[in-house]
């Protein structure tokens, strides 16, 4: 069965700080990923994936993560904080082919501090 | 193109009573997916479905909740004789028929049962 791990419930960075949010998984074969965003009381917006090719990926609103297989994680990086990216980001993996479902992490509040 | 619906966005139910919440996909969407987010816990895959079939309902407890997605209309998942712990935000996602295996999900229905 799936898992995924993301470590510490809570962030705060400063504005113009280095975000990073861990994600580790475990699969018995390297899964889809995902990264998605959640605004308060809002639904799920897909922030990036990695299904195939480069390990490095980049998403929606500067953010990149990259894929180590060798350490089964996804870390969801972004070089400088916006007061806007304060909300929950949950990591997430389902089966390589078919639709299949995603399994989550429990979530990481990111705060950014003025 | 509209987005993932979801009606009603806010539902209170007293214990013992149905709910009913519906999930609209995105056009050209034929697959659907329910997820329950609990306080404090990441989103938890309940069922997978298809036009008029269930793929998928691992998730799904074992009484009092159903689904469906009849071949026109929007998809449905029931709770009958709700308690205090069905209470929740309930995410309804869509994908595809092929292709990258990208759920896109709809703003919830957050359920509160008195």
């Known amino acids: 069965a799936q898992s995924v791990t993301q470590l510490g419930s809570h962030v705060s960075v400063s504005e113009g700080a280095l975000v990073l949010l861990r994600c580790n998984y475990s699969?018995?074969?390297?899964?889809?990923l995902f990264w998605y965003v959640q605004y308060p009381n809002q639904g799920l917006q897909l922030l990036l994936k990695?299904?195939?090719?480069?390990?490095l990926v980049k998403g929606i609103n500067g953010f990149e993560a990259e894929f180590k297989k060798s350490e089964t994680s996804f870390h969801l990086t972004k070089p400088s904080a916006h007061m806007s990216d304060a909300a929950e980001y949950f990591c997430?993996?389902?089966?390589?082919?078919?639709?299949?479902?995603?399994?989550f992490g429990k979530g990481i509040t990111l705060s950014v501090r003025p | 193109n509209a987005g993932v619906m979801q009606n009603p966005r806010h539902l209170v139910r007293r214990r013992g009573q149905e709910a009913r919440l519906r999930c609209s996909p995105m056009?050209?969407?034929?697959?659907v997916y329910w997820y329950r987010q609990l306080p404090e816990e990441g989103l938890k895959f309940m069922v997978y479905?298809?036009?008029?079939?269930?793929?998928?309902e691992s998730g799904m407890p074992k009484e009092r909740f159903s689904a469906e997605f009849p071949k026109e209309g929007p998809s449905i998942l029931r709770i009958q004789q709700v308690v205090r712990g069905d209470s929740a935000a309930y995410f309804c996602?869509?994908?595809?028929?092929?292709?990258?295996?990208?759920?896109?999900f709809g703003p919830g229905t957050r359920l509160l049962v008195l």
């Open positions: 990695y299904t195939t090719g480069a390990t």
């Open positions: 479905l298809q036009k008029e079939n269930i793929i998928d």
């Open positions: 997430a993996v389902s089966d390589r082919g078919a639709n299949s479902k995603l399994t």
């Open positions: 996602a869509s994908s595809p028929p092929r292709g990258m295996q990208t759920q896109y």
């Open positions: 056009k050209g969407h034929s697959h």
């Open positions: 699969s018995s074969v390297p899964p889809y």
